[in-house]
């Protein structure tokens, strides 16, 4: 909370699943920087994956009060010196940022095209990159300075956009209507080499705020060497299933893919813990039939706002009271 803001200004709260907190150990680091909950995520102890910064900020718009006492006036260049220490301290870890930037990236490139002799990008000293995923964005009639900001940060420590480019967000969609205008200004960022996990990025329509909740899906594959020790490190999900003769080969071939790429982690868990092991196998039969899943809203009668969410917890309601 800004002392000095004209108007109550909100903090920056993060909230761990206490199921992810037992597989991978989460702690805060650099504390001392302001205005951002910093996270170091061992995600190499069970994936096979390096370890994730995870970056969560409030940047306050240009113009702002709060800089008023301060030397920069750019909060994106204040970020950009708190990124400089990370990569100094910590070279092999991949990043991810996520929260309210207040930039308007218009349709600016967040990544370096390929350069040769007879074409070069703007008056950048860069080195081009392989990254070329086009990006869609309904707010691209006006950007600002913090939107050039953020792109040229996004250069320099090779970190790209999620948002416009997934399936669940593949217009763009706006993250703020407020001051009777529409804008995207809430973002999630992540390192090239992140993008392959990333399996999809979506902008909810919900109303809550001015600003709306927006969410993306990490599919990591486990260490061949894993080994589980805690039934409750696969977590099993409440699905319903139904087969599909025209979907067999595909079950088929996503199945021998997980056996052969979980086979070690398999055997290693079933010499520990034969209950762990049970629990793995579930899940690679889960994860190979995703494509037989029922979606249980279109055999529902309940109203029109429920959603998974709803599913879950009625899911859950039943497990425990029988």
């Given amino acids: 909370m800004k002392n000095n803001a004209i108007r109550n200004s909100g903090g920056i709260s993060v909230y761990i699943s206490s199921k992810l907190h037992k597989q991978v150990p989460i702690r805060r680091i ?4 302001e205005n951002c909950v910093i996270l170091y995520c061992e995600y190499s102890t069970l994936y096979d994956c390096e370890d994730i910064i995870m970056y969560f900020t409030y940047v306050s718009p240009e113009g702002s009060c709060c800089y008023n006492d301060q030397d920069e006036k750019n909060g994106i260049s204040q970020m950009y010196d708190n990124l400089e220490t990370i990569t100094y301290d910590y070279p092999q870890a991949l990043l991810y940022i996520a929260g309210d930037l207040n930039s308007r990236c218009k349709d600016f490139l967040d990544y370096i095209p390929f350069d040769d002799l007879f074409y070069i990008f703007g008056n950048i000293d860069y080195d081009g990159s392989t990254f070329d995923i086009p990006r869609n964005n309904k707010d691209n009639i006006r950007g600002n300075n913090y939107g050039k900001s953020l792109v040229n940060l996004c250069y320099i420590f090779n ?8 399936p669940g967000d593949r217009c763009g969609e706006f993250t703020c209507f407020s001051n009777d205008c529409a804008s995207v200004v809430d973002y999630m960022i ?15 329509d919900r109303d809550d705020s001015d600003h709306f909740p927006f969410f993306c899906v990490f599919e990591f594959p486990y ?12 977590p099993l999900n409440t699905w319903k299933f139904r087969w599909r003769n025209s979907l067999c080969d595909e079950f088929v071939l996503t199945l021998r893919g997980l056996l052969q790429s979980r086979y070690n982690t398999l055997l290693d868990t079933i010499n520990s813990n034969v209950n762990s092991a049970v629990d793995l196998i579930t899940v690679i039969y889960q994860d190979a039939g995703k494509c ?6 279109y055999f529902s009668s309940q109203p029109p706002w429920w959603d998974d969410e709803c599913d879950y917890l009625k899911s859950v309601k039943y497990i425990d009271l029988h």
Avoid at 159 to 166: E, K, S, V
């Fill in 190 to 204: 992540a390192s090239s080499l992140l993008f392959q996990y990333i399996k999809d990025f979506k902008v909810f």
């Fill in 30 to 33: 650099y504390e001392q920087f």
């Fill in 223 to 234: 260490r061949s060497n894993t080994i589980v020790n805690n039934i409750n490190d696969y």
């Fill in 159 to 166: 970190m790209h956009i999620l948002n416009g480019r997934f």
């Fill in 292 to 297: 037989m899943l029922v979606n249980f809203r």
